[in-house]
């Protein structure tokens, strides 16, 4: 393994430990056990190390196809949730991410259009199937598409900043689900209790 | 008005214009034809301005009794939108904010608890007029408040990454309803179309 992937590797595990403010460029160094300049020789600023670990997780990313059974979503939900815990690092401040990189800010955009036609792929796949009820009037699943990225981008976010000062913990399986069941047609609701609540 | 207010309400005034990462101590000196020093003098970092800006949003603010019937839900649901649009420079990245000041991280900490109390009350008043359903599971509108509390915390930090290259808009109102009007109860459905629908 070269010096530069060597590096990168170090500091996604340190951004994960520590998070991304709490890791410095010393700190990097300190832990290889290289000089400073020779970390900043590979990468000049710990802006452009979180953009390559960025652009390296969007590499290994492969778009979902959208469910079309309640099986399938309850796996996108479970996998969305365990994406958020492993990359809390960059999840818990996205935000603060996309401002200090133009690429970050790109990636997430094209995420976030992809991220939105797979939600509408899914409430149109789930409506074809008899699973969830017809729209109540018109657009309600798009706002309602809009609501469930809310809560799965920014999940790590506000999981981070209720983490010492909010004693019960709310899923965000049981988030998400509280949104959709209210949906389900009496079939859904069948299929639901008998393949997805007996597991949860 | 004595010199620290003066530089306060300007600071405020840009931030709302350009962002918080859009100004620097530099411009705050130079639209009140100070030096820099001058602004030293009272705030010696920008942190330090922001922070005082938030203290005093946080003086005016008060605490809104929880909602008793669909038609204060829709007035709440109106100023939480104005609320998000008017401090976008705030709610836009209250994350950052959050990491580079710890009495912001405080006073969200405490308008989160604030908030998760004012929409559980909001939900049992709302179920005990029979106008939302009853639980269909346990913790059901926990989850759900949950939920809520994200869209509504998070709408001007996603509004503001979508704007250049989402084009068709969402409102907070249309997503907001778009979790609630499938809990309303047939009476709650009548009312809705009644009162609010009408005049959205």
């Known amino acids: 393994m070269n010096r530069k992937q060597e590096i990168l590797n170090l500091a996604r595990r340190l951004f994960a430990e520590k998070g991304y403010n709490g890791v410095s460029m010393r700190?990097?160094?300190?832990?290889?056990?290289?000089?400073?300049?020779n970390v900043t020789y590979y990468f000049k600023r710990k802006e452009e190390l979180i953009e390559a670990i960025v652009l390296d997780m969007q590499k290994e990313y492969?778009?979902?196809?959208?469910?079309?059974?309640?099986?399938?979503?309850?796996?996108?939900?479970?996998?969305i949730q365990e994406l958020q815990e492993q990359l809390a690092f960059y999840f818990g401040h996205r935000t603060q991410l996309a401002q200090v990189s133009a690429k970050i800010n790109e990636i997430q955009i094209r995420m976030l259009r992809e991220n939105k036609i797979l939600w509408q792929r899914t409430f149109q796949n789930l409506s074809l199937a008899g699973l969830i009820k017809k729209e109540d009037y018109p657009h309600q699943y798009d706002h309602l598409c809009k609501a469930l990225r809310m809560v799965t981008m920014y999940w790590s976010e506000l999981s981070?900043?209720?983490?010492?000062?909010?004693?019960?913990?709310?899923?965000?399986?049981?988030?998400?689900?509280?949104?959709?069941?209210p949906l389900l047609t009496d079939e859904g609701r069948k299929l639901y209790e008998r393949e997805i609540a007996v597991k949860a």
Do not use: Y
């Open 160 to 181: 981070k900043l209720e983490a010492e000062s909010f004693p019960e913990k709310v899923e965000l399986k049981e988030c998400v689900w509280g949104m959709v069941i």
């Open 62 to 79: 492969k778009p979902r196809p959208a469910p079309q059974t309640l099986g399938e979503l309850a796996e996108l939900i479970v996998h």
């Open 27 to 37: 700190d990097i160094a300190e832990s290889l056990r290289i000089s400073v300049g």
